[in-house]
């Protein structure tokens, strides 16, 4: 399992979305979501400490959460199927383990607010994580026959590529001069 920080929030208004992307503790992996705008909103928000004039549906739900003494652990992303990231929040109340099932968007967005780890399961970065370059920090990809055994991507079906493919498309579409900001466009 990798810890994992947020890099960054990048939005395409455009097309109602908006990725973002976790980097594991070395700098060398990232996982890549893409979220909705609203979510993104949220997570940005907090990040950057921008208070909302009213709580928004995560802060209510920290805010239910810790009146009912409900304490949030961390939260995993485990699984990577059918073009779609699954996640687990992981909480205990007393003595008891308490685990929600939940979308990453929804369980980073708590993650930020309960101010808790974030980890990414070995599995999912192996399927949809990818390598970053050590000084720049931009995604590599690397020669298959020059990648030590460890960092190299794990086998994937065509017939996964073939679903993968509206996410690729939708990176492959990002303006990467929009990486370097981090306040939303509109």
């Keep these: 399992m990798h810890r994992m920080k947020i890099g960054m929030v990048v939005f395409d208004q455009s097309k109602g979305a908006a990725v973002i992307t976790l980097i594991d503790e070395t700098g060398k992996r990232a996982l890549p979501l893409l979220i909705g705008v609203p979510e993104a909103l949220a997570i940005f928000r907090e990040l950057n400490r921008y208070p909302s004039p009213r709580p928004m549906v995560y802060d209510l739900f920290k805010n239910v959460l810790d009146g009912l003494r409900v304490n949030v ?8 199927k059918d073009d779609t990231f699954y996640a687990n929040i992981f909480m205990h ?21 309960a101010q808790v780890p974030i980890y990414a399961e070995e599995a999912v970065m192996d399927k949809a994580g990818i390598l970053l370059d050590k000084e720049t920090g931009k995604p590599i990809v690397p020669d298959q026959g020059q990648a030590p055994e460890a960092e190299r991507p794990a086998h994937v079906e065509e017939e996964e590529l073939r679903r993968m493919s509206a996410f690729t498309d939708f990176i492959n579409n990002l303006d990467l001069e929009d990486f370097g900001k981090q306040q939303p466009k509109g």
Excluded: M
């Design 73 to 80: 652990d961390r939260v995993v992303i485990d699984t990577f």
């Design 93 to 113: 109340v007393d003595r008891s383990a308490v685990v929600a099932d939940a979308r990453p968007s929804d369980a980073i967005a708590l993650a930020v607010r």
